[in-house]
């Protein structure tokens, strides 16, 4: 069984900074793609970041310059860097991965619980 957990989001003033991270365990074989999204109260998910195995990155345009996503992968960890950030970064910020369990099995995407964070002063 694969668990993706989230930390790391609360409540934070405009033009401050969180940092979150999301930790992958239990079989897994390989991970691809990692990623962010969020979802604000009345809207859809929407990507924030996403990084591959190999490759560059890529941010939504609302997040560039702000948002900085990494990952190690020593740790099956992806984070994301959040400064500068703004009330309309308020939302649910989940974690996904595209893992794949066992070797010659097909890669499946595999989502956390979500960590809410708030800008708000």
């Known amino acids: 069984q694969v668990r993706l957990v989230e930390s790391g989001g609360g409540l934070v003033q405009p033009g401050g900074s969180l940092r979150l991270s999301c930790a992958a365990s239990?079989?897994?074989?390989?991970?691809?793609?990692m990623g962010w999204y969020r979802q604000a109260p009345g809207k859809e998910r929407e990507l924030v970041a996403v990084i591959p195995s190999g490759g560059s990155t890529k941010y939504a345009d609302s997040v560039k310059g702000r948002f900085t996503i990494s990952r190690d992968n020593a740790k099956n960890t992806v984070y994301l860097q959040m400064n500068s950030l703004k009330p309309e970064d308020t939302a649910v910020y989940y974690c996904?991965?595209?893992?794949?369990?066992?070797?010659?099995?097909?890669?499946?995407?595999?989502w956390g619980q979500g960590t809410q964070v708030t800008v708000s002063s």
């Open positions: 239990g079989s897994i074989f390989s991970i691809n793609t």
């Open positions: 996904n991965a595209d893992i794949r369990i066992q070797v010659g099995l097909g890669v499946y995407k595999y």
